[in-house]
């Protein structure tokens, strides 16, 4: 496993999950399928997955989601149940407590919920239609004689009483058992029922899209930063959506410092992420590839965990990503500031064979870059950057165009002193670095 492999460490995509407002499962169930989700690469399943997320939307009642609250994940019980194990009263309440909300979900119209009704009347004996359970005397007459025969306080009489539930709970489970997958498919398709209506409401609450999937193409229109757009927003301010597409090539990007270069392609990532495990994606309108992997590099470069250094973590997450490259791997490949922990000779050095490499094995990837020079048969696009009237905006967020335009030209944007004056560096100093 590498870290820059956003597949194989998807820990941190399910954390952005977890933790994003408006994600809001039901159930522990619900959160052990989002875990257990796995990244999609065939179209069909992505397709089927957003054609459950509609239908279960459709069919979500008030009941359907109060049901779902209600919903424990009692996969171990199960488990017990299924090896042959004694089940107590504990567990048989949970089975029983399954039953009831699988039964109903079902009736609202989620018929790929077994049938599991036929538990619910074995563990509903008197049908009270109660969300309680006990050993019921009509489970065996002879149990309910002793009971009524339970005058005065008795050891004997109570170990009697107990040794007959204890037949009865030994006749549950083997009546039981023969429910145990239903229960099981039961419990996992009610924690996808809950998972499902959780991203269609994220998708919702941000507006996300289903996008088309393609063979050959990735388009956006409208692509945004959840994170970011959510965090300008808190502020007062306004997000500025970009508009992009890309084949199975390298797209180089420059642009100013703060001209949003590394939210691109955190951008990106952060939609083929979520479009291969099956949530809709932050744009107005979205056509996109599938790919075997996503490989992002950039950050702060440091891996304290296997003790390098920045550059150290850097080279080997290139080596990771040739060697990708060269087994002929459908990898989508970003790398922000490539190079960046090394001095400018060498940076561009490595920046150009990598570029060069991308482009020749027709990997779709973006590189962002500082350094100028960088020689190519290979697409470039730049942020727009300041905008002519930066001084008479304001605020920083009024000063950039953020949006995207293609561009022949070699040598990045030269405007970092520009961008120092407006947001207020001493003069004293800036005419010292001019000069």
């Known amino acids: ?24 499962l039901h159930s522990a169930v619900g959160r052990r399928m989002l875990v257990d989700s796995h990244f999609m ?10 054609d459950a997320m509609h239908s279960a939307a459709d069919r979500a009642t008030d009941a359907v989601r109060h049901a779902l609250c209600e919903l424990q994940d009692i996969a171990g019980t199960l488990a017990s149940l299924e090896n042959g194990t004694i089940i107590d009263d504990v567990q048989l309440f949970e089975i029983k407590h ?36 006990y050993i019921y005397d009509s489970y065996s007459s002879e149990l309910a004689a002793a009971r009524r025969a339970m005058t005065e306080p008795s050891a004997e009489r109570y170990a009697e009483i107990a040794r007959i539930e204890d037949e009865v709970r030994i006749r549950l489970a083997e009546e039981l058992i023969h429910f145990a ?19 269609t409401d994220f998708a919702k609450s941000e507006g996300l899209v289903r996008p088309e999937i393609s063979d050959d193409k990735c388009t956006f229109t409208g692509l945004f930063n959840i994170d970011v757009r959510r965090s300008l927003r808190l502020r007062g301010m306004k997000y500025q959506p970009v508009d992009i597409s890309f084949g199975r090539t390298l797209t180089l990007v420059t642009g100013m410092n703060m001209g949003g270069k590394s939210v691109l392609l955190k951008s990106l990532a952060t939609a083929q992420m979520l479009c ?14 599938l790919f075997e992997d996503v490989l992002m590099t950039g950050g702060d470069g440091e891996n304290a965990k296997d003790g390098l250094s920045s550059f150290a973590a850097e080279i080997c997450d290139m080596d990771y990503i040739v060697k990708a490259v060269r087994a002929g791997s459908r990898i989508f490949v970003l790398e922000d500031e490539l190079a960046r922990t090394t001095n400018p000779f060498e940076g561009r050095k490595i920046v150009n064979g990598m570029a060069r490499l991308m482009a020749e094995r027709n990997v779709a990837s973006f590189i962002t870059t500082h350094f100028d020079g960088i020689e190519g048969d290979f697409r470039r696009i730049r942020v727009r950057g300041l905008r002519q009237d930066a001084e008479a905006n304001g605020t920083i967020d009024g000063m950039i165009d953020y949006s995207l335009v293609e561009t022949s030209d070699s040598d990045v944007p030269h405007e970092a002193l520009r961008v120092a004056r407006l947001l207020g560096a001493d003069e004293e100093l800036l005419e010292m670095i001019n000069n």
């Open 1 to 24: 496993m590498n870290k820059c492999s956003l597949k194989n460490n998807s820990r941190d995509f399910f954390g952005f999950i977890l933790a994003a407002e408006g994600f809001n």
């Open 41 to 50: 690469t065939d179209r069909q399943e992505i397709l089927e997955e957003y």
């Open 98 to 133: 399954l039953a009831r909300i699988a039964v109903s979900v079902r009736n609202a119209g989620f018929t790929s919920i077994p049938d599991v009704g036929r538990v619910v009347e074995i563990l509903d004996p008197d049908n009270d239609d109660v969300d309680t359970f």
């Open 181 to 199: 997958n239903p229960l099981k498919t039961a419990l996992t398709e009610l924690g996808m029922t809950d998972l499902r209506l959780a991203k």
């Open 276 to 289: 291969q495990y099956g949530f809709y994606v932050p744009a107005a309108k979205a056509e996109m590839m």
